[in-house]
């Protein structure tokens, strides 16, 4: 997989995806991420990449001319399955999308600033508008990191049998049940007796019973979904 990342902030993305089983991941050969700084794209001679809003009072707006010649020009060395643009008023980012994401083979993510991009690139460009949450980040670098992190962490070869995404929170509508490590007993609490038996089969019921618990609990939305209510 290849993910192109346009932003004008690069500084941002860098740390964030050179780590851990990101860095490794691009160690083996399964995902190529390039961050493009949109001012090498810019025309203007101040290398500026925002404009005035036609709305008055509404903050700047990115500028067209950047935002086209950097999608141009990657769209002119290879096909895209996805240009995606952050936004706060895109559709909510969640597992299924990134399962989704995973299988894809190049994504462009082009990072939201100022008060966003004009309605037309929109329009014509953008495939997908996603949002991390209901809440307004400074900028669209921090949704390309969660969406990146867990697109790539997907990509079958990345994760260990260990570490296998099976077995995530969310994967099939339940959160993941609580785990324990040494010592057996801590501050008066003890390991559930259950996971010291030995009993693979009698630790996977504790598991999912644990996981169902949980969800039914602490995420009510997720559980109607489990149970298929919605
Ligand atoms: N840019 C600013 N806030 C955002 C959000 N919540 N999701 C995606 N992009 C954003």
């Known amino acids: 997989m290849r993910i192109d990342i346009i932003t004008v902030l690069p500084e941002i993305l860098e740390s964030p995806l050179n780590h851990s089983i990101i860095k490794r991941a691009k160690e083996k050969g399964l995902v190529e991420i390039h961050i493009h700084n949109l001012r090498n794209f810019s025309e203007n001679k101040h290398r500026r990449v925002d404009d005035y809003s036609f709305s008055k009072g509404a903050g700047m707006v990115m500028a067209i001319q950047p935002i086209e010649k950097a999608i141009e020009v990657l769209k002119s060395e290879r096909e895209y399955d996805e240009i995606i643009f952050t936004t706060p008023d895109g559709t909510a980012f969640n597992q299924r999308e990134a399962n989704m994401l995973s299988l894809k083979e190049n994504i462009i993510i ?16 953008i495939t997908k508008e996603i949002s991390i949450g209901d809440y307004v980040l400074t900028g669209g670098e921090l949704a390309a990191v969660v969406i990146t992190d867990s697109t790539v962490r997907l990509i079958p070869g990345v994760l260990s049998d260990e570490t296998s995404a099976l077995t995530d929170s969310f994967q099939d509508c339940l959160l993941s049940p609580p785990v324990y490590t040494r010592p057996i007993e801590y501050k008066g609490m003890k390991i559930p007796d259950i996971l010291l038996s ?7 019921d504790w598991k999912y019973n644990q996981a169902v618990e949980r969800t039914k609990k602490l995420r009510p939305d997720l559980y109607k979904k489990f149970i298929g209510e919605e």
Do not use: E, V
């Not at 939201?112 to 309605?119: A, N, P, R, T, V």
């Not at 030995?198 to 996977?204: A, E, S, V």
């Open 198 to 204: 030995g009993n693979d089969k009698l630790i996977d």
């Open 110 to 125: 082009l990072c939201g600033h100022y008060k966003g991009i004009d309605q037309r690139i929109r329009d014509y460009y």
